[in-house]
């Protein structure tokens, strides 16, 4: 009998090095995972710049070239995309079920052909990620949706989607994304009142009206869409990430750094900013950077998440490990996500004192941390623990690596540059013996 072998990888970080130098942001996740999407509705040659090296945009490209497209990198950056003789066909179950973006398939299918079928969205695991409201704009657009043995099956009654009043029950930036990718193709006028705001979603407008769409107000609670026969080829470069030039200011801020964050959008990060300065960090705006300067002792602040232009969920990990060591109670309130907190038992494994109470976190500040073996819980939890491991006494080891390269493009290799002491490490999972068949991956 063998045993059931998998080689993985873990990052391991020797604490106490403040950073300092200078980080490039990449384009933005949140965006490019809905966008890439977006080109199976165009129909012609699409060019994306600036699109993030990261395993979410790698398996969308490829969910594209199984359904047909023409996918071709011009650089590391940029990619070519032509969806001009794509026919409908069922996407790939196995990578579908991996992403959190998997749903924006069903707007964009939804509008391209009139019918889709799609699993329900995977990626990280930190709470119930309810599609109702994708359900109830898809039906008000004139789809039949429904929800199947982990499969979400959408057809248009007739063929095509027609325009409607969709008033969302709670601010979503998945379904405002969804029902505008539906809405760019459907005949007549879409209005979706109670929209989400959010930098990405100002993104897939721009990027659907450089190729023909006509969609108004993005950006605002009230988005306008008048639908188009057809959308054409064209360029488009995608917006830097606000999340991970946040995570590289709180990194910054935590380990005592100086950091120029370039290649952002200032004001997509001024919840993040004003935060920071309320700890006694220095963050200075320029055209298209920001400077952060970590202060000699860090103080206690408040936190609620929000939708924008309010504090973002993806933050509040990567701050509940700065404020562990602010001096004083800091007390974070989840108002977006039902279970975020599942990587304060990790950072409580390092030292901190930390209390959950249901979405809300009490954090007595300003304990020691101490290096140990934790998890990425998730993708936002994992760069919180990167973080807390930089500032940490000792070694840390951090394992489930894959939830952080979902979305951050080349974290080790930037990190590295700024000065970090931590590099990837394979090892190998041999928990289960009872199999038969040997895995290398």
Known sequence: ?????????????????????????????????AIIPAALMVDGVCCIENIPQISDTDML???????????????????????????????????????????????????????AKTTMPGGC???????????????????DVSVKNGFVYADARDGKLHGARIYLDKVSVGATMNIILAAALAQGRTIIENAAREPHIVDLANFLNSMGADVRGAGTDTVKINGVDKLHGG??????????????????????????????????LECISAKLRETGTIVQEYEDSVLVKGASTLRRVNIKTLPYPGFPTDMQPPMGALLCLANGTSVITEGVYDNRFKYINELRKMGAEVQVDGRVAVIEGGRRLTGAPVQACDLRAGAAMVIAGMCAVGTTEVEDVHYIER????????????????????????SDPSEKIVMIS
Not at 13 to 32: F, P, R
Not at 125 to 143: E, W, Y
Not at 235 to 258: C, L
């Open 235 to 268: 360029s488009y470069a995608i917006i830097p990430d606000q999340i991970e030039a946040g995570t590289y200011m709180v990194a910054a801020a935590a380990t005592g750094g100086e950091v120029l964050i370039k290649n952002v959008i200032p004001r997509h």
């Open 125 to 143: 695991n930190f709470g119930v990620r309810p599609i109702d409201q994708h359900i109830k704009g898809m039906t008000a657009l004139g789809a």
């Open 1 to 33: 009998m063998y045993w059931k072998v998998q080689v993985l990888e873990k990052y391991v970080i020797k604490g106490g090095t403040a950073l300092h130098g200078e980080v490039e942001i990449s384009g933005a996740k949140n965006a490019a995972v």
């Open 61 to 115: 490209l490829t969910i594209l070239r199984d359904l047909g497209a023409k996918v071709r990198f011009l650089n590391k950056s940029t990619v070519e995309i032509d969806c001009t003789k794509v026919r409908y066909q069922d996407a790939p179950y196995e990578l579908m079920r991996k992403i959190r973006a998997s749903y924006y398939l069903i707007g964009a299918m939804l509008g391209r052909f009139g019918s």
């Open 407 to 430: 979305g951050y493009e080349n974290f080790v290799g930037k990190l590295r540059e700024l000065g970090a002491d931590i590099e990837i490490v394979n090892f190998s999972d041999d």
